[in-house]
């Protein structure tokens, strides 16, 4: 069942449990977007999110107004329940503990932490954890066998990316208790969504036994353990709904755990039902004695003045009514094909030309009313 923009009523979220968020969809859907919003609504009531960047674009920084992210994690925004139009909880989760600090109006403060990874620090990084490399791994980097490696053998790339998301889920402090209460990955779009998370299959040609392969399975059981779920944005048109629908089946089939379906971008309907039925009938006196009545005719009430005036409006008007018409009955059937997923679906509406931080917090409070975070 659809959650709509705008519902008043505050849901339970639905993922307690999840502690890796991975978010895919077409591109163009905004996936980037709706990553950046459900992770600042997973951080609200005093949670600490990590944010994550595996396509090198630097889109996180783009959206939060920042200088370009480096290989490290770093706190990008604090965000309260009031900033996402939402009353206070009071709740502190236990990794924000002695971190979150208080805000105006009692509401407790979560923080976003960002990290945009780079491939090639990844595998040094992983070299040197493995096989002690040290020095030695600066200079493979000088010689280019980092290009080599990630470029023969893009299985072992993917290892990398998701390893890092699901090592960062996991990680705990000295106290024992988690460093983020949840991990959301702007993954790479729905047509590859599967393979990427589906590394074990990739090195398996690779490295049968040995580090790699141990680092494979270790991420295969975290990704494939009730403590992920694979979201995939989509808009409410042809393809990026049948993209979803391909690749929730392809998620399925690979025994990895779907989570929901984010609608972006949703347009509210003009017409109401009634309206959009009658757009076919013949409306056109009708419609020019409606612009009368409303004053397009000026002060003159005699009639060949008033339509004079309005005539020039009807064609467009009509059309216009028509092309809305075609949109609403068009979503309609889309909406019935997310329907037949049988997953949790939100919907985000459409905010204007252009996102800024303050788009993303009405996304997030949006998110968190329907019960996606």
């Not at 995939?232 to 042809?238: A, S, W």
């Not at 009639?303 to 467009?316: K, N």
Request: glycine share 12%; proline share 6%; charged share 25%.
């Amino acid at each position: 069942m659809a959650r709509t923009p705008g519902q008043a009523a505050r849901r339970d979220p639905d993922w307690e449990g999840v502690r890796l968020h991975v978010v895919s969809g077409k591109g163009g859907t905004g996936k980037t977007t709706v990553a950046a919003a459900l992770a600042l609504a997973l951080a609200a009531e005093g949670r600490r999110t990590l944010l994550i960047e595996v396509e090198g674009r630097q889109g996180i920084a783009e959206l939060f107004g920042i200088a370009a992210l480096p290989y490290e994690e770093r706190r990008i925004a604090t965000v309260t329940p009031a900033q996402l139009g939402l009353p206070a909880s009071g709740s502190v989760s236990g990794s924000a503990k002695g971190s979150a600090g208080g805000s105006p109006g009692g509401s407790v403060s979560g923080e976003l932490h960002a990290l945009a990874i780079d491939t090639e620090q990844a595998l040094l990084e992983y070299l040197d954890m493995f096989y002690k490399l040290g020095r030695a791994g600066k200079a493979l980097q000088k010689v280019g066998f980092v290009d080599f490696a990630t470029t023969i053998a893009p299985g072992v790339r993917d290892v990398l990316l998701t390893g890092k998301a699901c090592e960062a889920a996991r990680r705990k402090g000295p106290d024992g208790r988690r460093t983020y209460d949840a991990v959301v990955m702007d993954a790479p779009p729905t047509g590859r969504i599967t393979r990427f998370l589906n590394v074990n299959s990739e090195v398996a040609g690779l490295a049968r036994i040995g580090p790699i392969h141990s680092q494979a399975q270790a991420v295969m059981r975290v990704l494939k353990s009730p403590e992920t779920a694979v979201h995939l944005v989509t808009l409410l048109e042809e393809m990026p709904v049948q993209e979803t629908v391909d690749g929730i089946a392809e998620l399925r089939e690979a025994g990895l755990p779907v989570g929901g379906v984010l609608v972006n971008m949703v347009r509210p309907p003009l017409l109401d039902a009634a309206a959009v039925a009658a757009v076919d009938g013949d409306h056109r006196e009708e419609v020019a004695l409606a612009l009368g009545e409303a004053g397009l005719g000026g002060r003159s009430r005699k009639p060949e003045t008033v339509r004079a005036a309005v005539e020039p409006l009807l064609d467009p008007l009509l059309a216009q009514a028509r092309e809305h018409a075609e949109r609403v009955e068009l979503e309609r059937a889309r909406r019935a094909d997310l329907q037949h997923l049988k997953l949790p679906t939100y919907e985000l509406p459409l905010l204007g030309e252009g996102v800024d931080l303050g788009t993303l917090y009405r996304l997030a409070g949006e998110l968190k009313r329907q019960g996606a975070a």
